[in-house]
């Protein structure tokens, strides 16, 4: 199998490549792709340097499998040149996400969608993926009518230079700003940027990357995003309403048995999901499992997950998985 790490050098780059390791992803050869001014650079994989390529060059080596995470200017130009060549993409942007053509996938819950013509798949926002895992078998059983989400998230979902920024003001030191505001001791109700509607685009992704993923446009979701400084991990306080009811036993018990998802949720030993504990796991953890005792039928709790693997890189390496086990590329 041979596989390309498109932006091989960036933080979510950084963890596939653990993660592929990790996971002993079959690879029998690895092409690693960024930009032009990282051409040349060496990285290692294994144990084994390997020498960072071109776009270009990588395209012409026709890998089986190529997996983006290069932002969404890269792969709209780049996606489509790499599934001409016969590769199958899997992109991390959200370039493609709500391309009616294009599949939105979260291995547990809509991978056997995919076919072998899929020759460009995208990987869900990082803040999405955590809230769908808990959402789906939950919505199945209940049938979801509305979500009220309000996330509490890493400056690792916004890059290097926001870790920095978090990292300097800790410090003390004058640095590049990422955010038009400190972030230490501080919260930015403030997520990507603002659009027409008074929402930020990650608060729209969060509205539809569902209703896609779960192919069910009759529940509606309504989303604040909100940047703390965290260096990892992402929260989200979460409020649904189902058309049925339910009872919380039950419901922890869905959840406890629902692959990817670990419930950690016992006020009287304060265990409760955290950053903290979800660093470098791949599991969604959710905690807080009460009842919203001013509306019927109505579910709160809160979910955890380390954005950069489970959010990110675990996903497209699982769906990578997929479609070697079932033969897919």
């Not at 994989?45 to 290069?70: C, M, N, R």
């Not at 410090?171 to 230490?184: F, N, R, V």
Request: hydrophobic residues 40%; aromatic residues 6%; glycine residues 6%.
């Amino acid at each position: 199998m041979k596989v390309a790490v498109v932006g091989a050098t960036g933080m979510v780059g950084e963890v596939m490549l653990k993660v592929l390791a990790e996971r002993n992803f079959p690879i029998t050869e690895l092409l690693l792709v960024a930009s032009a001014r990282s051409v040349g650079k060496k990285i290692s994989y294994k144990g084994e340097d390997h020498t960072i390529i071109s776009l270009s060059d990588a395209v012409d080596a026709k890998p089986d499998i190529a997996i983006f995470s290069a932002g969404g200017d890269t792969s709209l130009e780049w996606a489509p040149k790499f599934a001409e060549a016969g590769t199958t993409v899997i992109d991390n942007s959200s370039a493609w996400r709500m391309d009616p053509t294009k599949k939105l996938v979260v291995p547990e819950i809509n991978a056997t969608e995919l076919t072998k013509e899929d020759k460009i798949i995208a990987n869900p926002n990082c803040s999405t993926i955590q809230l769908v895992m808990a959402l789906s078998p939950l919505h199945k059983k209940y049938t979801m009518k509305r979500v009220v989400i309000s996330t509490y998230q890493s400056v690792s979902g916004t890059g290097v230079k926001a870790v920095r920024q978090l990292e300097n003001e800790i410090a003390g030191i004058q640095g590049e700003m990422a955010y038009p505001y400190p972030i230490s001791r501080n919260a930015l109700p403030h997520c990507d940027v603002f659009l027409e509607n008074g929402y930020t685009k990650e608060e729209m992704k969060l509205a539809r990357e569902p209703q896609k993923i779960l192919d069910d446009r009759s529940f509606s979701i309504s989303a604040t995003a909100v940047r703390i400084p965290t260096s990892g991990g992402h929260s989200e306080s979460v409020n649904v309403e189902f058309l049925n009811d339910f009872e919380l036993n039950e419901v922890r018990g869905i959840l406890n048995d629902t692959p990817g998802v670990t419930v950690q949720d016992n006020p009287d030993t304060n265990t409760y999901p955290m950053p903290i504990y979800a660093h470098d796991k791949d599991e969604v953890f959710v905690g807080r499992i009460r009842r919203d005792e001013t509306q019927r039928n109505t579910l709160n709790m809160w979910i955890v997950s380390d954005n950069l693997r489970k959010g990110a890189a675990t996903n497209a390496v699982q769906i990578a998985e997929y479609l070697v086990k079932n033969q897919l590329v």
